[in-house]
């Protein structure tokens, strides 16, 4: 179509907005991981789940800080449109 910007994200960046599921699910209940132990039961739904959120947010600021750094060093607008949508993350939160 033509005008439209279709982003083709790169493997690393595909990697973590997969893993991490950036969408409103995520921003209302964190990643989207079974919170579930190794036997399969439901783990305490109260401090378990807070606290692997926890975990994985800052796994989840590692990477996407990997990436804007990458980024930076590129210099290149294939990562333009994951830097908008981290700036509205982050306002939003």
Known sequence: ???????IMRPDEKEVVERFRMDS?????GPQD???DENGDDEDCT???EEKYKRDM???NREITNL???ACQDASTAYVP???HVCAVLINS
């Open 68 to 70: 804007l750094q990458k």
């Open 82 to 84: 994951l830097l908008f």
């Open 47 to 49: 401090v378990n789940e």
């Open 34 to 36: 079974d919170w579930e």
């Open 58 to 60: 800052q796994e989840y």
């Open 25 to 29: 699910w995520v921003d209302a209940h």
């Open 1 to 7: 179509m033509p005008g439209s910007h279709h982003h």
